[in-house]
C-alpha cells in the first residue's frame, strides 16, 4: 500500500547523481581521442611478426584486426650475425600483406617497429630497405630501452598508475622496466630470449650459469623490485597457460591471469617432466612457442627468485599497446580504462545510450558504503546492462555473463570479471543455477556472488523506469540496520510501477532480506 509523503529534504535521483564526474562527456567523442581510431602497428620481433589494429578510440581498446605469423627472424643469429634467410623471406611476405590489409581498411598508414633481430643483424639495414622498397613501409628500429618503455607503456595502458616491474620477453632479448605512478622508471634490455639461450655452447649448466650472471647484473642496476611483476610476451603467455591447465583453472582469460612464485616453480618442474607434444596439444601452443618455452621457465623461475615479486601478473598488452598509448592524449589516459570501455559499449550498442548514468544514479543508495574498487564495477555494470539487449531471451543472461567474463576489457580482475558477470546475468535473470557457467562462480565468495546478486536485480527494477530526461524520478531508500527498502514514486514514475516493476522490486528486496515500502511523494513545483 502507498502512502503519501512530501518529498522535500529527500534525495531525488534526478539531481543527486555520485561521482559524476566519472560519467562526463565520454572523451571518445573528443577529436583528439577520434583521431586514434583505426590505429595500425606492425611489431617486427625475433620470433615472430605481428600486426595489430586497434579500434582505439576508447581508452581500453577494441582489437579490430589481430594477425600473427611465425618468422623466427633471430634463428641463429648468434653464430652467423644475420638473420635467419628463410624468417627473412616470410616477414617480407609478411609485411607484404599487411600493407595491402590495411590499404583495404582505409588505414592512413602503419607504424612499423623492429626489435632485438633487426637491431642486432648485420643485414638488419638491408633488410629495412627492402621492406621500404617493396612495400613502402619505414620501419623504425627501436634499441633495448626503447622497447622497455613501450612494453610498460602498453602495461600502464591496462593498469594505470601500477606499481612495480615490468618483464618483456622477445625471441633475441628479455627487458627490465619498472613504472610507479602512472610513469616509466629505470629500465634495460639483455640476451636472455629463449632463441639466443638456445644457441649457447655447453648446454644445461652453461646456459644455468649465463643466466644467473645475467639476473645478477640485472638486479643490481634495477635494485629492488618487491611489487607486482608484469609479464609481457608470447612465451611468458604460452608458460601461463599450462599454469592453468596444471592447476585445472577454469578461466581461460590470461590478461590479469595472476600466478605465484610458489606456482611459477611447480609449473616449471611440470614442464620439465612433460612430453612437450603433449602438452603442446592440450594447451593449444604452436609448435614453433613450444620449442622456446622450457627456455623462457629456465628464465622465468630465476627472475622469480632474484626479484621475489609480491604477486605476478600476466599482460596481454606490450610493446603493441605501448604504441599506441605513445599516441594517446594525456586525458585519456588518465581515464579509468573499465569505464572508458563501458561507455564505448553502450554508446554503440545500448537501446538508450546515457541511461546508464541515470540507472547508477537511481540504485547508488543501495552501495554508497562500498569500496571505491567495488563501486566502478557497479558504476561499469551500469553502463552494460543493456548493451547485449539483441541477444534471444532465452540465453540474454549466459551472452551477458560470457561477454563480460571474455571480453577484451583492461581494469579487471579475473575475480571482478566474474562478479560483473554475475551482476549482468541477474540483470535478465532471478536465478543463476543451471547455466552453462556455474564452475566459474566459485571464482569469488559467496558473499560476493550475493552482492553480484543484488546488483544485478536492482538493475533489472530500475531498467523499468525509463524516462523521458526531463521528467523527475523518484528514488530508492535503503535503511541496512533496519533491513527496509524505500521506494519513492513520483507522480512520473506511479504509472511506470505496474505488475513486472513491483515484482522485481519485491525480489531485489529478497536478495537484500529486505522488508518493502513504497510512498507516493509530491514533486516539486516549477
Not at 502507498?2 to 547523481?17: K, L, M, Y
Not at 609448435?287 to 618455452?293: Q, T
Request: proline share 4%.
Amino acid at each position: 500500500m502507498t502512502d503519501q509523503t512530501n518529498i522535500a529534504g529527500a534525495p531525488e535521483a534526478a539531481s543527486v547523481q555520485p561521482d559524476a564526474g566519472l560519467f562526463g562527456r565520454p572523451l571518445f567523442e573528443d577529436p583528439g581521442a577520434r583521431a586514434l581510431a583505426r590505429v595500425g602497428v606492425v611489431d617486427v620481433g625475433s620470433n615472430s611478426v605481428r600486426l595489430v589494429v586497434f579500434d582505439g578510440a576508447a581508452r581500453s581498446p577494441a582489437y579490430f584486426y589481430n594477425e600473427k605469423i611465425m618468422c623466427a627472424l633471430g634463428a641463429g643469429l648468434s653464430d652467423s650475425g644475420r638473420l635467419n634467410p628463410e624468417g627473412r623471406v616470410r616477414a617480407l611476405a609478411a609485411l607484404r600483406r599487411f600493407q595491402h590489409l590495411a590499404q583495404g581498411m582505409g588505414l592512413p598508414a602503419l607504424t612499423v617497429v623492429a626489435t632485438a633481430a633487426v637491431r642486432d643483424a648485420s643485414d638488419g639495414p638491408d633488410f629495412c630497405e627492402d621492406v621500404r622498397r617493396e612495400t613502402g613501409l619505414r620501419i623504425w628500429v627501436i634499441d633495448g630501452e626503447e622497447e622497455a618503455r613501450l612494453s610498460a607503456q602498453g602495461v600502464l595502458l591496462g593498469w594505470p598508475g601500477s606499481y612495480g616491474l615490468v618483464c618483456d620477453i622477445g625471441g633475441s632479448s628479455m627487458e627490465l622496466a619498472e613504472i610507479s605512478g602512472g610513469r616509466v622508471g629505470r629500465r634495460m634490455t639483455s640476451s636472455l630470449g629463449p632463441l639466443k639461450l638456445r644457441e649457447i655452447k655447453g648446454g644445461k649448466k652453461a646456459r644455468d650459469t649465463h643466466i644467473r650472471e645475467t639476473m645478477e647484473h640485472m638486479k643490481s642496476v634495477m635494485g629492488d623490485q618487491r611489487d607486482r611483476l608484469f609479464l609481457v610476451g608470447g612465451s611468458w603467455r604460452a608458460i601461463a597457460r599450462i599454469d592453468m591447465y596444471r592447476r585445472g583453472y577454469p578461466l581461460h582469460v590470461l590478461h590479469e591471469y595472476r600466478m605465484t612464485a610458489r606456482s611459477v616453480s611447480a609449473t616449471a618442474k611440470f614442464i620439465r617432466k612433460a612430453d612437450l607434444e603433449e602438452l603442446r596439444g592440450a594447451c593449444n601452443i604452436s609448435s614453433a612457442r613450444m620449442s622456446l618455452v622450457p627456455l623462457a621457465a629456465e628464465v622465468l623461475s630465476r627472475l622469480v627468485q632474484s626479484f621475489r615479486p609480491k604477486d605476478i601478473a600476466i599482460s596481454s598488452y606490450g610493446i603493441r599497446e605501448g604504441m599506441l598509448y605513445e599516441q594517446m592524449p594525456q586525458r585519456l589516459r588518465d581515464r579509468d580504462p573499465l569505464i572508458e570501455a563501458c561507455r564505448f559499449a553502450e554508446a554503440k550498442d545500448a537501446r538508450m545510450p546515457g541511461f546508464g548514468k541515470s540507472l547508477y544514479a537511481f540504485i547508488h543508495p543501495l552501495f554508497k558504503n562500498v569500496p571505491e574498487q567495488r563501486r566502478r564495477l557497479v558504476k561499469a555494470a551500469c553502463l552494460l546492462h543493456d548493451v547485449s539487449w539483441r541477444a534471444h531471451p532465452d540465453y540474454r543472461a549466459e551472452t551477458c555473463f560470457d561477454n563480460a567474463t571474455r571480453a577484451n576489457l583492461g581494469g579487471l580482475k579475473h575475480s571482478e570479471r566474474v562478479f560483473l558477470g554475475l551482476a549482468l546475468l541477474h540483470r535478465y535473470s532471478n536465478k543463476r543455477e543451471g547455466t552453462r557457467f556455474d564452475y566459474l562462480y566459485d571464482l569469488i565468495d559467496e558473499k560476493s556472488q550475493l552482492e553480484a546478486e543484488i546488483l544485478g536485480k536492482a538493475m533489472r527494477f530500475g531498467a523499468m523506469m525509463w524516462m523521458a530526461q526531463d521528467a523527475e524520478r523518484g528514488t530508492l531508500r535503503w535503511f541496512p540496520k533496519k533491513r527496509r527498502l524505500q521506494l519513492l514514486l513520483t507522480n512520473d514514475m506511479v504509472p511506470l510501477f505496474g505488475e513486472v516493476s513491483e515484482a522485481r522490486l519485491v525480489s531485489l528486496a529478497s536478495s537484500l532480506n529486505a522488508e518493502v515500502e513504497v510512498r507516493k511523494v509530491r514533486q516539486r513545483s516549477t
